[in-house]
């Protein structure tokens, strides 16, 4: 893996203006930088160089902005051609890098937002308690695994699943005020804990980041899927957007990586770091 931006850890500062006649900056890559001693912002050869990253550097990459607002990351995969699953399944369209980013994030946050179809699809689980995060989870003030927490209307899930059963943290269920009392009684029998954060059966998802603040969850990640993360942009609550752009293409009919009514005006971003490896780009964009 190797970082392609920013690139300031292999731009010499004193190529400026001296290697180029118009001052233009003279950006190497990273193994051209390693070679060159220019790389010098991480053990091994610095984030230029391509070589495997450690769990530690990812988590430093990708940690939290401090301050202790509450911070809505989102995490997604998307095709070539704007894919975000293949048969319903996110998996062929990821990597084993994509796979480190995604458990890095996951180490990183408090609670994970997911739409009640991504669980149903995907098979969820509870989060696992990672020893490489460990450490870092304790003197964060975390618990060992971050929450998982399901945004659901229907609330047709099934409770008889470890996500709900078993989970090292109680799995939390957010719905609106006017969602089924019968289900709502079934969640919690299996050990769920409902959040109320909308006063329809649906959850208001600026409300939704509000709750989950007010319970000490600040660093969220959402893995999507497209309808909920469509929600969260079209409220003007998400931060961060840490996006995988597969090298792949898959033409039909799946989802884009945000679904439902599209904005009157589109969002502008600010890119905040490119990493690289295999060929899949671990893009990070943040609210300008
Ligand atoms: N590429 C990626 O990174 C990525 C990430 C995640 C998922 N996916 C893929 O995306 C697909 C599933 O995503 P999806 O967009 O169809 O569904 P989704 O966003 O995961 O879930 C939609 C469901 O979430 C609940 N929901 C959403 N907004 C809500 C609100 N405001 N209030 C209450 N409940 C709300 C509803 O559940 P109820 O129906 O229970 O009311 C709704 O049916 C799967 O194929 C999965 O593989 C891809």
Redesign the pocket.
Known sequence: MRSLFPVTDQTADRGRGAADPDGEPEVLDGRAAADRGDARSAPGGGFGSDREWSLDELADWYAYPPGGEPWLRA????TLDG???HE???QP?SSPADMRIFGTLRGLADAVV?????????GYRPARARASFGARRTAAGQGEAPAIAV???????DFSLPLFTSPLVPTLL???AAASTARKKAAEAAGAQVVIA?EG?????AR?VHALAERGLTRLLT?????????FVAAGVLDELCL?VAPMLTAGD??R?G?GPAMAVPERLALASVLEEDGFLFTRYRRT
């Open positions: 995490n997604m995969v998307s894919a975000a699953h319903g399944r996110s369209i997911v739409g009640a179809e991504t669980v149903r699809q995907e945004i659901s209307a229907s609330l047709d899930l957010l719905t609106g909308g059966p649906g959850v208001d998802p939704a893995e999507g899927g497209p309808k909920l993360l469509g929600q995988t799946a989802q990586i679904g």
